[in-house]
């Protein structure tokens, strides 16, 4: 009989958990973006940074990262925070996860499934999916 109140209650907390936290708004992934990859991908993400000419290969141009109106999310993360590099020209980007770190913040990635992500590392994502052409 315990267990028929407790599980309840317990869904119960993790809902309301879930609902105070909220995905970051891009002004605060431009911030970071800003301080982060600027230098490279330029102040509008479009790959021409003070730093661009110094690589072999171009810095990404961020703006066009959506295919098909589609924004990459779980690509974009995972390039981010170093897990995936493959096809990437170049290896001169940084990998950021170490630097990402902090409260999590529900994110779906395009799979419908909330997944925790460190709030700096949503916040960046949330920007550059604001800054698609």
Request: glycine share 12%; net charge negative.
């Amino acid at each position: 009989m315990i267990y028929k109140v407790l599980i309840p209650m317990g869904f119960l907390a993790v809902v309301a958990a879930c609902a105070e936290v909220s995905m970051p708004e891009p002004s605060e992934g431009a911030r970071l973006y800003n301080e982060n990859c600027a230098q490279c991908h330029g102040a509008s993400g479009g790959g021409n940074g003070p730093w661009a000419d110094s690589f072999d290969q171009p810095p990404s141009d961020l703006t066009g990262l959506s295919v098909d109106g589609e924004f990459p999310r779980a690509r974009v993360l995972s390039v981010i925070d170093g897990y995936d590099r493959t096809g990437l020209p170049g290896h001169e980007m940084p990998e950021f996860g170490l630097l990402l770190r902090g409260d999590t913040v529900p994110v779906d990635v395009g799979d419908g499934v909330l997944t925790p992500t460190p709030r700096p590392l949503a916040a960046l994502l949330t920007y550059l999916e604001s800054i698609q052409d």
